[in-house]
C-alpha cells in the first residue's frame, strides 16, 4: 500500500520560492511504471495539474504551460521522494498543494499542504 | 477556469439515480479516457472510476462512468446520504502534455 507522506512551510512570503516534499514509501521514485505529479486545489476548489516527473531509462519533467517558467520538480533517488519548488509566488498561488501518483491515471494523492502566500 | 466543463452543482433525493456530466474536446476526452474522483471536505480526492467505466477496488457498483465522444459522464445510482461530495472528471490532454481537470460537481443528497 503506498503512502504520500508531504512536508513543508504553510506559509510563503509574496515574491519568494515555494518548496515542498513529498515522500514515498510503497513504491520508488525511480519506478519504470510510475509518474509522480503535483497538483493544486485553490480556495474556490479547482484542480489544477502543476506538472510531474518520471523514469524510463533517465528522467523526464513535464510542466503546466501556466507555472511553465516558474517551476521545477525533482526526484530524489536517495530519500525516494520528489520535491516541488515554485518561485516568483504571488497571491494567486495559495492553494492546497497535493503529490500524487500516476499509473496510467492518478490513483494516490498525498494528504494536502495548505500554502498562504502572504506578507 | 478548468479544461473540462462541469456542472457545478447536482441534487437527488435517497435512492434516486444522479449523473453528472464532463465536457471536454478531441485532444482529451475524445482521445484518452476519463477518470472520476470523490472528494470530502478537508480530505485529499480519492479515485472513483478509471479508464472511463473502471471501478477500483472498494468502490460499489452503484457508481458507473460512461463516454461518449468528446463528453463523459459519472452515474451514481441508489444515491445514499454519504455519497454528499465534490466530484471531479480528468483526462490526459494529449495538447497540454498534461492532466485536464473538471471544476469539480457539488452533489447534495436531499
Known amino acids: 500500500q503506498i503512502q504520500l507522506q508531504q512536508s513543508g512551510p504553510g506559509l510563503v512570503k509574496p515574491s519568494q520560492t515555494l518548496s515542498l516534499t513529498c515522500a514515498i514509501s510503497?513504491?520508488?521514485?525511480?519506478?519504470?511504471?510510475?509518474?509522480w505529479n503535483w497538483i493544486r486545489q485553490s480556495p474556490s476548489g479547482g484542480l489544477e495539474w502543476l506538472g510531474r516527473?518520471?523514469?524510463?531509462?533517465?528522467?523526464?519533467?513535464g510542466y503546466a504551460v501556466s507555472v511553465k517558467r516558474r517551476i521545477t520538480i525533482n526526484p530524489d533517488t536517495s530519500k525516494n521522494q520528489f520535491s516541488l519548488h515554485l518561485n516568483s509566488v504571488t497571491p494567486e498561488d495559495t492553494a492546497v498543494y497535493y503529490c500524487?501518483?500516476?499509473?496510467?491515471?492518478?490513483?494516490?494523492w498525498g494528504q494536502g499542504t495548505l500554502v498562504t502566500v502572504s506578507s | 477556469q478548468s479544461v473540462l466543463t462541469q456542472p457545478p452543482s447536482a441534487s437527488g433525493t435517497p435512492g434516486q439515480r444522479v449523473t453528472i456530466s464532463c465536457s471536454g474536446g478531441?485532444?482529451?476526452?475524445?482521445?484518452?479516457?476519463v477518470n472520476w474522483y470523490q472528494q470530502f471536505p478537508g480530505t485529499a480526492p480519492k479515485l472513483l472510476i478509471y479508464?472511463?467505466?473502471q471501478r477500483p477496488s472498494g468502490v460499489p457498483d452503484r457508481f458507473s462512468g460512461s463516454k461518449s465522444g468528446t463528453s463523459a459522464s459519472l452515474a451514481i445510482s441508489g444515491l445514499q446520504s454519504e455519497d454528499e461530495a465534490d466530484y471531479y472528471c480528468?483526462?490526459?490532454?494529449?495538447?497540454?502534455?498534461?492532466?485536464?481537470f473538471g471544476g469539480g460537481t457539488k452533489l447534495t443528497v436531499l
Open positions: 516527473t518520471y523514469y524510463r531509462s533517465k528522467w523526464y519533467t
Open positions: 510503497g513504491d520508488s521514485v525511480s519506478s519504470n511504471s510510475a509518474a
Open positions: 500524487a501518483r500516476a499509473r496510467g491515471w492518478i490513483e494516490d
Open positions: 480528468a483526462a490526459w490532454d494529449d495538447s497540454m502534455q498534461g492532466w485536464a
Open positions: 479508464k472511463t467505466n
Open positions: 478531441s485532444s482529451n476526452i475524445g482521445g484518452n479516457t
